[in-house]
């Protein structure tokens, strides 16, 4: 399978615990996101990584979220002290911006409840 | 103003009809727009992108975009029971600090009866 691969698919947590997630992208894109999708919206936009770069950060994630693209390859997405607001799909996108366009692929996503 | 606006479904339609889904934005920066479907549970799943103003067709899908009146559109021809999905509109505005970041809709829940 070489499309974008995500790591735990589903999550169960209490409330106050720290939770990570991995994501995988396809392997020759050079740009990867996170989103994070409540029932009934769309997803929104998290963060956002040029490789190595992270390049932009939304201004709905808080303090308690930190994300990292080490080498430029797979990306961790971290929850400190878990909220129940917290519950919902993130979303991992990976893309290589071509001469038009920049097309992103979704991740399965892994699903977060918090108890 | 929401940045993306999706018609209020959910639209049901006959099998073999023609189902149209629009989508109005606020930001005449924005340079691309793309649909996405998304089955119950699972993760929006590429359909088509449009950059320049006109029609666009892949198959049974025909996007429409009019910049001018910040309108895009997709039709679904021949509409089958497997398109029973939400629909999600999303735009990409490259220019400024915004990257490659898209805003989504809130979707459209279609529904194709047989």
């Known amino acids: 399978d070489t499309g974008v691969s995500q790591d735990p698919r589903h999550k169960i947590t209490k409330r106050g615990q720290n939770v990570t997630f991995r994501c995988d992208p396809i392997s020759e894109h050079n740009r990867l996101y996170w989103y994070r999708q409540t029932l009934g919206q769309g997803p929104e936009f998290l963060t956002y990584f040029q490789n190595e770069a992270q390049l932009e950060k939304s201004r709905l994630l808080s303090d308690r979220f930190s994300a990292e693209r080490p080498k430029g390859s797979f990306s961790t997405l971290e929850i400190q002290r878990t909220e129940q607001g917290d519950s919902a799909m993130y979303l991992c996108?990976?893309?290589?911006?071509?001469?038009?366009?920049?097309?992103?692929?979704f991740g399965p996503g892994t699903r977060l409840t918090v108890l | 103003q929401k940045e993306v606006e999706q018609n209020s479904g959910p639209l049901s339609v006959p099998e073999g009809a023609i189902a149209s889904l629009n989508c109005t934005y606020s930001?005449?920066?924005?340079?691309?727009f793309f649909w996405y479907r998304q089955y119950s549970g699972k993760s929006p799943e590429l359909i088509m992108f449009i950059y320049s103003n006109g029609d666009k067709e892949d198959g049974r899908f025909t996007a429409q975009l009019n910049k001018a009146s910040q309108y895009v559109s997709l039709l679904i021809r021949d509409s089958q029971p497997s398109d029973s999905a939400t629909y999600l509109c999303?735009?990409?505005?490259?220019?400024?600090?915004?990257?490659?970041?898209?805003?989504f809709g809130q979707g459209t829940i279609l529904t194709v009866h047989p």
């Open positions: 999303a735009f990409h505005n490259a220019g400024g600090t915004s990257y490659g970041k898209l805003t």
């Open positions: 930001d005449r920066g924005s340079q691309s």
């Open positions: 996108a990976s893309s290589l911006r071509g001469p038009a366009t920049d097309t992103q692929y």
